[in-house]
């Protein structure tokens, strides 16, 4: 397993990028590039459990930790993709103290969460590496919560104080439309929300995580307290990419 809890925890700055087009070359692409971390994408992302096994093996073949964001706060989704072998996983919509306890306890092995113990599967080597692994995974695996409710800026304190909870990671897009208003990131109401986003995660030892627009935002962001930051995507990059290759084109369009 590789690990970037402590790091996360310490307040290290970590860089990550999304993919979401189901595809092991990307993943494996952008773990070479340097990243610390990557998120596969089940949640709006083109590829789902059939595509995670080789995804996860492409991360391995690399420095990087595979985050996995999953569909939905089920305790069955988190116990499928840990015992494919992720690093951590990425919960979507988690807007009430209820459910960052649902997550945290999801993620651990009892006597401290939920999780169900099997021995055969890939993050225990398939029975080789199970009392090691079960010793360590409760320590080691990294709890990032998504922050994308106008309820849950209501109640950042409490769910920052939950024991398991490692990362609030801002979700701009779904929570500026939670917030009435869509896309307005200069808003001074949005504004707000993440400098209450990155006060939380101070108070408590926790650290705040966030999906920059852009290149030049990281600056910014971190001297605003983000410590566990993405930038781009695969789709994003291939789309803008191809995009930017048709436009070659254009001239020649009107020919004739």
Not at 128 to 137: G, H, K, L, Q, S
């Amino acid at each position: 397993m590789k690990s970037i809890r402590e790091r996360a925890l310490a307040g290290d700055v970590l860089a990550g990028t999304f993919c979401n087009l189901g595809s092991s070359l990307t993943v494996e692409i952008a773990g070479r590039a340097g990243f610390d971390w990557i998120l596969i994408d089940l949640e709006h992302g083109a590829g789902d459990f059939d595509c995670l096994v080789p995804q996860l093996q492409a991360a391995g073949a690399t420095p990087a930790a595979p985050i996995v964001r999953i569909a939905w706060n089920e305790a069955t989704r988190f116990k499928r993709v840990l015992d494919l072998g992720a690093s951590g996983i990425m919960v979507p919509h988690v807007s009430s103290t209820a459910d960052a306890r649902l997550a945290a306890a999801s993620m651990r092995y009892p006597p401290h969460g939920i999780r169900g113990a099997a021995a055969m599967n890939r993050a225990c080597g398939f029975g080789f590496e199970f009392d090691e692994y079960f010793r360590v995974a409760n320590d080691l695996l990294l709890t990032v919560v998504m922050v994308e409710t106008a309820e849950a800026i209501d109640n950042l304190d409490a769910i920052a104080a939950v024991d398991g909870v490692d990362v609030l990671f801002v979700g701009p897009l779904d929570l500026s439309i939670s917030m009435g208003i869509p896309k307005q990131y200069e808003q001074p109401r949005f504004r707000e929300a993440l400098d209450k986003v990155a006060t939380a995660c101070r108070g408590a030892g926790k650290a705040a995580g966030i999906h920059a627009a852009r290149p030049e935002q990281i600056g910014e962001l971190v001297d605003e307290g983000f410590r566990f930051l993405a930038l781009g995507s695969d789709g994003n990059l291939v789309a803008g990419g191809m995009k930017n290759l048709y436009s070659a084109f254009d001239q020649y369009k009107q020919v004739g």
